[in-house]
Nanobody, 115 residues
Framework: VQLQASGGGLVQAGGSLRLSCAASGDFFKMNVVGWYRQAPGKPREMVAT???????TYAPSAKGRFAISRDDAKMTIDLEMNNLKPEDTAVYYC??????????WGQGTLVTVSS
């Protein structure tokens, strides 16, 4: 599986962005897909994941502002981000995995939120 993230950019605080991750290969086999982020000097952290059955999980900082979705027909993983804050500034990575097996990562897309 190969993943290609896009949609990052510069946005003012309070604005919105939609990240998209285009997949190729056996995407349908992935049990869990998600978005992670890494801010400068900080470890990578989970933002949102979606499991089979459309079971979603969100980081507390993302809950109520972000929405993750998966489209197996289009082979995409999207992250709708609203009411962005400067602390959301980070490189965002999409991820897909078969639980207990291989995981795949996209190359990252930079989101910068200005105050």
């Amino acid at each position: 599986v190969q993943l290609q993230a896009s949609g990052g950019g510069l946005v003012q605080a309070g604005g919105s962005l939609r990240l998209s991750c285009a997949a190729s290969g056996d995407f349908f086999k992935m049990n869990v897909v998600g978005w992670y982020r890494q801010a400068p000097g900080k470890p990578r952290e989970m933002v949102a994941t979606i499991h089979r059955g459309d079971i979603t999980t969100y980081a507390p900082s993302a809950k109520g502002r972000f929405a993750i979705s998966r489209d197996d027909a289009k082979m995409t993983i999207d992250l709708e981000m609203n009411n962005l804050k400067p602390e959301d500034t980070a490189v965002y990575y999409c991820e897909a995995r078969i639980v207990g097996s291989t995981e795949y990562w996209g190359q990252g897309t930079l989101v910068t939120v200005s105050s």
